[in-house]
């Protein structure tokens, strides 16, 4: 699938998606990782843009910056009964929605940029939230 339209609908649709990369900034370190976010998915740039909040506490956002990153966005799925075909020899499958994004991970580190990143999250998941937090130390 190559449409743009649908495959940013299907990532916002189902934007809690996992990252994949390894775990060490060492080239040597071959160890793969993965890191479930949830995530705001823009229709920006020539790709789409994908912003999303690492715990501070979690490695995994040292190894990534700057490095080519896999997301992937699993959404709907179901197993496929062969009873359900007109062929009888038919066999079971499963029918599913998954999309991998690569891109560049690029940290946001200046306040101003954080802030807008956290009220995105905030809007697209609880958006009577940003009150409160607007009131937080």
């Not at 929605?97 to 580190?109: D, M, P, Q, R, V």
Request: without cysteine.
């Amino acid at each position: 699938m190559r449409d743009r339209a649908i495959l940013l609908e299907a990532m916002q649709e189902h934007s809690f998606a996992t990252l994949f990369g390894p775990l060490s900034g060492a080239p040597a370190d071959e160890s793969a990782a993965a890191t479930h976010l949830p995530l705001i998915v823009k229709d920006e740039g020539e790709h789409g843009l994908i912003e999303g909040h690492f715990a501070k506490a979690n490695p995994h956002w040292r190894a990534l910056a700057g490095r080519e990153t896999l997301v992937v966005f699993q959404g709907p799925h179901s197993y496929v009964s062969p009873s359900l075909y007109v062929e009888e020899l038919s066999v079971p499958t499963w029918n599913y929605i998954a999309i991998h994004a690569y891109g560049t991970l690029s940290l946001i580190e200046d306040d101003p940029g954080k802030e807008m990143l956290l009220a995105d999250l905030i809007a697209a998941n609880e958006p009577a939230f940003f009150e409160h937090w607007q009131h937080a130390p």
